[in-house]
């Protein structure tokens, strides 16, 4: 038999403890690892409950999805707070249990919607919040202490937390109770995505504080969400996904403890996010490999005394950049497969995409059979059922070690140049993925790299979905609501909250309490950055880069 029951299959239950596994011989077996006799399973106590433990390879629960299924959360975000609200909605009735936020680019940008720079692009590609009144909007009810929200915001993302507390606190919330993500990971901007407003040191800044602000006054919440999502979609391998995300981790670590924060008061709550592409077998083993890597590099380097300080814990994303307009239907078997590798990756959460993405945004009957391709994988494949059950797979176990080793090469080549944010600027990750990039287009060009519908298969068959519409008004109306709010709120006091964070800006002081205070006061997202600027500059990244 192999490892956890490789050959099991399960009761139609997914959450019962009291739980047996029939193998396909017909016995039956308890639900907890350490209940399998060893007689029954073939391998040694270690073996068996090596899921759970360090250096997690195989999972950061002994259990994995046995007792509980990973978080299924699908990207959504469209036109006004209102449509995006009603898309939640949707996808909750229907079985999704946390929700995961896109915001628009002028949103992204820290621009308000009447700003000059945004106009073509609010409520594009995602949604427009420019005050708390939008995120009233978002929310509008949905009790925020039953959800888990994932919010994909980064050089902004203080502000866009504080508003999302804000309208918790409305509710009679307590910020303590609330779960969820808030990416807050710039180093990945400049190195693969370019939505970075304020040069490196002041952005690093931000963080810091938002990281020590939740420590306190939000347990439960992920300060930050290192990213290798947006490094691969860049064009990256996938051991440099791993080297430059857990480099850029280190970096924030470093950072956090440089401020005076003890790590294990603030490395429990940091989360990963990963993206999952076409090679089965090579995505599985990246997880597996970025588990351990995480483990060991943080043991060495800072011996924290809370286990989960060395815990990588991670939402993965299947591959936008896979999915082709061509032949858009056969989108739906490569998020199926990447899907997959990612739950026998042992991800904690999941965001499966759309067929139609590669035309325009999700529609509604898109977006539901991304999340059914979830349900069915966790209730009708059997690869929930098992603990990693790719270990013990000579190929997998191989691929493991090799990323592993490689990615911790390329870590020390980044720690040869003072560590993440000094290559950053030196462009050495930003060169890296281009020459990735670069090859994996050349590739596809002498079809040496088969992308079915697109070099390979291509036949007469053309089906061209709809796509989501965007409520051509939606512009004008966040332009007229942000015109009325600025008219009917008290201007000195907001006024007065502005200055606040151009003042502390300058200094030392948390910056985390005085946004939120200027949220509460109606001031704007565009308001509250321009005050940060005014001090803080803007970045122009390095010709070339």
Known sequence: ?????????????????????????????????????????????????????????????????????????????????????????????????????????????????????????????????????????????????????????????????????????????NPVELRGTIQNDILKEYIARGTYIFPPAHSMRLITDTIAYCGTEMPLWNTISISGYHIREAGSTAIQEVAFTLANALEYVQAAIDVGLEVDTFAPRLSFFFNCHNDFFEEVAKFRAARALWYELMEQRYSPSNPKSSMLRFHTQVAGVSLTAQQPLNNIARVT????????????????NSYDEAIGLPTAESVTVALRTQQIIADESGAASVVDPMGGSWLVESLTKNIKEEARREITNIDALSGALKAIEEGYQQRAIHDSAWQHQKDVESGRRKIIGLNHGVGEEQITPTPQAIDPEVAARQVTRLSQMRESRDAARADAALAAIGKAAGGEENLFPLVMHAVKCECSLGEMIIAMKQIFGSYRAPSGF
């Open 1 to 173: 038999m192999a490892p956890d029951g490789a050959l099991m299959t399960g009761s139609e239950d997914t959450h019962a403890r009291g739980r047996v596994w029939r193998t396909l011989g017909g016995s039956e077996l308890p639900l907890q690892a350490d209940e399998i006799t060893l007689s029954e399973s073939g391998l040694s106590r270690d073996e068996i409950s090596s899921a759970g433990k360090p250096p997690y390879t195989r999972g950061i629960h002994a259990t994995m999805y046995r007792d509980k299924q990973w978080t299924m959360r699908q990207y959504a975000g469209f036109s006004s707070a209102e449509a995006t609200n009603e898309r939640f909605k949707l996808l909750l009735e229907n079985g999704q249990n946390g929700l995961s936020i896109a915001f628009d680019l002028p949103t992204q940008l820290g621009l308000d919607s009447d700003d000059e720079l945004a106009q073509g692009e609010v409520g594009k590609v995602g949604v427009a919040i420019d005050s708390i009144h939008d995120m009233r909007r978002l929310f509008a009810g949905i009790p925020l202490a039953e959800v888990s929200t994932s919010m994909t915001i980064n050089a902004p993302a203080m502000v866009i937390l504080a508003m999302y507390v804000a309208v918790a606190e409305e509710q009679e919330i």
């Open 337 to 352: 497969i990447q899907a997959l590798a990612a739950v026998c990756g042992g991800t904690q959460s999941l965001h499966t």
